[in-house]
């Protein structure tokens, strides 16, 4: 189901059905308000929600305004930097390359005739590369939290890291394969935890914090690094 565009009093958010018997309140990675609720929506219960939560509502919208100050704007031009597993690299464009995009050497080559659709390389780099980092690591993950996906996913996520779906899906954005390894091991448990515990509950974090000790730091470096893996 999509989203429903909603606004109340001065607060403007999307609407999305819960499998959850709760409403919850989410600062989307571009800004945007998100309430998941149960249906049918009870909207007087919704806006009393959103009422009760004005003030971290406010909070988190500037407090995403001064993180987002920093959002990188890159140009596909020799000596761009562009991210990989948390380390930019420099661009170079070359001629007579046999693949439209390549790590190699230490730089980013991109091949002259592909630079129109440069993005679209990029994406299709990271995502490769991330589902093979994924293969490598999750295993791990999956034996030290005794929970194991369905399936997972690398794709376009819009606003958020990952996401676990009721039937078990795992999603992770193909974005994730700019984070440095530790990062990408919080969001991978991240969404492992989310398995067994759908809300980020007390329990949620225990989970959490049990598989991967010190997470707070990782999801710290996140918060405030997030609006730079941009392309």
């Excluded at 001065?10 to 571009?30: A, F, Q």
């Excluded at 031009?77 to 390549?102: D, H, K, M, T």
Aim: one cysteine or more.
């Amino acid at each position: 189901m999509s989203a429903q565009q909603y606004s109340y009093k001065d607060i403007d958010y999307s609407l999305k059905k819960s499998d959850r018997k709760t409403t919850s309140i989410y600062i989307e990675r571009d800004g945007s308000v998100s309430v998941l609720a149960p249906k049918p929506f009870d909207m007087p219960r919704i806006e009393g929600v959103i009422e009760k939560k004005r003030s971290w509502i406010y909070r988190s919208l500037a407090e995403w305004e001064d993180l987002n100050r920093t959002r990188v704007h890159r140009e596909y031009v020799n000596g761009e930097s562009f991210l990989y597993l948390g380390r930019n690299y420099r661009l170079q464009i070359v001629s007579g390359q046999s693949a439209p995009l390549l790590l190699k050497n230490g730089q980013f080559l991109l091949e002259q005739s592909a630079v129109e659709d440069a993005p679209k390389h990029f994406r299709a780099f990271y995502k490769q590369k991330l589902l093979n980092r994924i293969v490598e690591r999750l295993p791990d993950h999956v034996a030290r939290i005794g929970l194991n996906p369905k399936a997972y996913k690398v794709q376009e996520l819009k606003n958020r890291w990952g996401s676990c779906t009721s039937a078990g899906v795992i999603n992770i954005h193909w974005k994730c394969a700019m984070l440095p390894l530790p990062v990408l091991d919080y969001v991978l448990v991240h969404e492992l935890a989310h398995l067994q515990y759908p809300t980020h509950s007390a329990a949620f974090w225990r989970l959490v914090e049990r598989v991967m000790p010190g997470y707070e730091e990782q999801k710290v470096w996140l918060r405030f690094n997030g609006a730079g893996m941009t392309l």
